[in-house]
């Protein structure tokens, strides 16, 4: 089993910046693919930005160039800085960890964050 517990949502201005974290615990060793998600209400979850535990990172293309991920390997967290944001990253954003074995995924219980003036 593996727990992952975010922190670091809120609300924040058109142009502005947060940094979210993810935390894990449990049987962190079979942990390979960390990543983001985000849902908006009335959308399906999407793919945010992933990083594999040698660190390369892969990002949907709305984020690019604003979004940065970033992993810990010894204190088991991921982070997402998220720079110049807009109203249409308002979601609710979950932290995921993919498995070695099996590829199954494991979900944070969520973080909303929040754009607008």
């Known amino acids: 089993q593996v727990q992952l517990v975010e922190s670091g949502g809120g609300l924040v201005q058109p142009g502005g910046s947060l940094r979210l974290s993810c935390a894990a615990s449990?049987?962190?060793?079979?942990?390979?693919?960390m990543g983001w998600y985000r849902q908006a209400p009335g959308k399906q979850r999407e793919l945010v930005a992933t990083?594999?535990?040698?660190?390369?990172?892969n990002y949907v293309d709305s984020v690019k160039g604003r979004f940065t991920i970033s992993r810990d390997n010894a204190q088991n967290t991921v982070h997402l800085q998220m720079n110049s944001l807009k109203p249409e990253d308002t979601a609710v954003y979950y932290c995921?960890?993919?498995?070695?074995?099996?590829?199954?995924?494991?979900w944070g219980q969520g973080t909303q964050v929040t754009v607008s003036a």
């Open positions: 995921n960890a993919r498995t070695i074995r099996r590829n199954y995924d494991y």
């Open positions: 990083i594999t535990s040698s660190g390369s990172t």
């Open positions: 449990g049987s962190i060793f079979s942990i390979g693919t």
